[in-house]
């Protein structure tokens, strides 16, 4: 079992920046796939990035390219989603998947 536990969702502005961290209660080093869902209002969670135990990134869902960077740090057992360039689209609840296991979530509301 893995606990998984996301941070640093929050209220910003059109155009603004967050990052969001998800921190694992075990050692990250060996697992294989980790990634970044979201989740709005009345619509079906989507994937949003995801990352290899190696560093590589998997993919990045196109309405987010070029805006929102992965990446993980494996000392920390810790994986971050660096959201740029912010659009209210981006509202939603954001989930960390480690193989299996779902955090609770953190909400992320873009609006002026």
């Known amino acids: 079992q893995v606990q998984v536990a996301e941070s640093g969702g929050g209220l910003v502005q059109p155009g603004g920046s967050l990052r969001l961290s998800c921190a694992a209660s075990?050692?990250?080093?060996?697992?294989?796939?980790m990634a970044w869902y979201r989740q709005a209002p009345g619509k079906q969670r989507e994937l949003v990035a995801s990352i290899l135990s190696s560093g590589a990134i998997l993919n990045y869902a196109d309405s987010v390219k070029g805006r929102f960077t992965i990446s993980r740090d494996n000392a920390n057992n810790t994986v971050y989603l660096q959201m740029n360039s912010l659009k209210p689209e981006d509202t939603a609840v954001y989930y960390c998947?480690?193989?299996?296991?779902w955090g609770q979530g953190t909400q992320v509301t873009v609006s002026s």
């Open positions: 998947k480690i193989q299996s296991f």
């Open positions: 075990t050692n990250i080093r060996g697992l294989y796939i």
